[in-house]
């Protein structure tokens, strides 16, 4: 079936320092979708990629879905204490259904 | 807006016995996901409905869980009987559409089996 994997599977940053995570799935995707999830609570939604190549922007995130459909990637800029959390990529599963598979994550810690 | 609601936040039993979790999606969304996440991992997919049918239960363990959403709005997931293994949190998530985008999820109920 399909995977969705992701590295690092921890990051600890000092605060002001980049992050990037990377995501990449067994079958091409036709969207991709990023989530956050803090410490205790539960994913909250941060975007949608659909286009090969698509490149979107979020003040300091930078999401990138790759050309061929099957990576994707969130970069951070100059980190701060409030982006601590578990950051997930999740795209649909591959049997028709449009239920995401996630991948397993990347927690990150920022140092202050 | 209100969100997902979910309830009991939390619950505590011991192997063998039975539980049930409470989910209200956000009002009009069609389409309601239970979601299973253990420590340390992504949510996994237990079944998805579109109003009240079933889309995708293939990763429901049908022998102890069972999940219904009779009339396309409330749902409910039960767990019986219960094993060490399912501890984890569960996680409901609604859209409004199948195909629309992004799911937004309720606060999740930690089940702890011991």
């Known amino acids: 079936g399909q995977q969705v994997m992701q590295i690092p599977q921890y990051q600890h940053v000092q605060e002001g320092e980049d992050f990037t995570t990377y995501c990449n799935s067994s079958?091409?995707?036709?969207?991709i979708q990023w989530y956050k999830q803090r410490p205790g609570g539960h994913p909250v939604f941060l975007i949608q990629l659909v286009k090969s190549g698509e490149v979107k922007k979020q003040k300091r995130l930078t999401f990138q879905f790759g050309e061929a459909k099957k990576n994707s990637s969130l970069h951070i800029t100059a980190t701060q204490t409030t982006d601590v959390g578990t950051y997930f990529c999740a795209g649909p599963g591959d049997t028709g259904r449009r239920a995401l598979t996630f991948g397993s994550g990347t927690r990150l810690q920022v140092q202050p | 807006e209100a969100g997902v609601a979910q309830s009991p936040r939390y619950k505590i039993i011991e192997k063998r016995q039975s539980v049930a979790f409470w989910c209200n999606p956000i009002s009009g969304h069609a389409t309601l996901y239970w979601y299973q996440q253990i420590l340390g991992q992504g949510p996994k997919l237990l079944i998805q409905?579109?109003?009240?049918?079933?889309?995708?239960d293939s990763q429901l363990p049908k022998d102890r869980f069972s999940a219904e959403r009779l009339k396309g709005v409330d749902s409910t997931l039960k767990i019986q009987p219960a094993k060490l293994e399912d501890s984890a949190v569960y996680l409901c998530?609604?859209?409004?559409?199948?195909?629309?985008?992004?799911?937004?999820f309720g606060p999740g109920t930690r089940l702890t089996v011991l």
């Open positions: 079958t091409t995707l036709s969207n």
């Open positions: 998530a609604s859209s409004l559409e199948m195909a629309s985008g992004d799911q937004f």
């Open positions: 409905f579109q109003n009240n049918g079933v889309v995708d």
